[in-house]
């Protein structure tokens, strides 16, 4: 999705005077084919005095009276297209009423070129944006006359006015599915048309406002908002608030960083860590050391005899923890009865011992 600043500007004149190249490149044909729309453009031109402006009048008379027809689903084309489409099949969409037309005015070598843009829109239910989307693309004419320079030229006007004074959903409103071709098929089309405007009106609504909200949220919005929320109104406030948030914003970090590298302990090894709090107040070398396994300590505990640890306790905080460790509770829920039964046991001979 593009967004675009658009600049409009009164009309003026474009080339008002025509280089030999550009010329040159404007006035190119096939080298061969379409004999009938060269044919049927030099008939014209010649009835219309070869006057530009009255031969591109001419030309729309004759589309007029051989009744196209507008469709976005044209048959297929012969080899000569151009011959094909203005003489046999008489339904296409833009390309083929603007490339013909282009065709016609160059074999009478008048300049003329295709351009291709996009023509309509639609104003957005909130009033406020224009939406231009890919079946608003549309194929027009320029034709370079002598004193005015290029010239926009829309054949499909001729044809199907309500495509470019009102655009492409105005167009598919009055015409229904007879835009879609013929028949059974044309008609399921069309539904399946109207059901995909629906979903892509409500599609382009919140692209919009993730465009413009989150997207485009840039700093003189987010200074805005500042202002807006906290009534900042000073530099020396919004530096105070931004030093603010940074802190906060630190901190927060920090506490993460600290929340997730933290220790987790098992439930067995809780009890263990009030035994070794107790301990070490009397004895700091009684204390659990870092890289001491439970076991081993339960047992320098029991060895030692100090400060009158029930030796028969200390066995039984063992026996304990083992099954909750290493035994056959060791993969078990902690959360079962079972595991909760011996983890209650656990500490309440740590307990007797404190």
């Known amino acids: 999705q593009l967004r675009y600043e658009v600049l409009r500007y009164a009309p003026m004149q474009i080339d008002p005077i025509l280089d030999e190249v550009s010329r040159a490149a404007n006035l190119t ?8 729309t060269q044919s049927l453009a030099k008939q014209l031109f010649a009835q219309s005095g070869s006057d530009p402006e009255r031969y591109i009048q ?3 008379r004759w589309i007029n009276q051989t009744e196209f027809r ?3 689903s044209p048959p297929p084309l012969d080899e000569d297209r151009i011959d094909s489409f203005l003489f046999e099949t008489k339904a296409g969409f833009c390309e083929h009423y603007s490339s013909s037309f282009t065709f016609m005015m160059r074999a009478v070598g008048i300049p003329a070129r295709v351009v291709a843009g996009y023509q309509g829109g639609e104003m957005s239910r909130g009033g406020n944006v224009w939406e231009v989307r890919q079946m608003d693309a549309h194929a027009w004419s320029e034709v370079w006359l002598e004193g005015q320079g290029w010239v926009r030229v829309d054949p499909t006007a001729f044809v199907a006015p309500e495509r470019v004074e009102q655009g492409m ?6 015409r229904g599915a007879s835009l879609f071709g013929e028949g059974a098929a044309a008609q399921v089309s069309y539904q399946q048309y109207q059901m995909l405007q629906a979903l892509r009106r409500l599609s382009d609504q919140a692209s919009y406002y993730w465009q413009k909200d989150v997207v485009g949220y840039d700093q003189d919005k987010q200074a805005g908002s500042l202002l807006k929320w ?4 000073s530099i020396s406030e919004q530096i105070a608030w931004l030093a603010a948030s940074a802190i906060t914003v630190i901190s927060l970090l920090v506490f993460m960083i600290w929340y997730r590298r933290r220790k987790q302990w098992h439930p067995a090894d809780r009890p263990l860590i009030k035994l070794s709090s107790k301990v070490a107040k009397n004895d700091r070398a009684l204390s659990r050391h870092d890289n001491e396994g439970a076991l081993a300590w339960l047992k320098r505990l029991e060895n030692s005899q100090a400060h009158g640890l029930n030796g028969e306790g200390l066995q039984e905080v063992s026996r304990h923890y083992r099954q909750l460790r290493y035994g056959r509770l060791s993969d078990a829920d902690t959360q079962s009865p079972e595991y ?11 307990s007797q011992l404190l």
């Open 340 to 350: 909760q039964q011996v983890l209650k046991e656990l500490k309440r001979s740590v």
């Open 58 to 60: 001419a030309i729309q």
């Open 169 to 174: 959903d105005a167009l598919t409103q009055s």
């Open 230 to 233: 906290f009534n900042i109104r």
């Open 29 to 36: 044909l096939p080298s061969a084919g379409n004999l009938q």
């Open 70 to 72: 507008y469709t976005l």
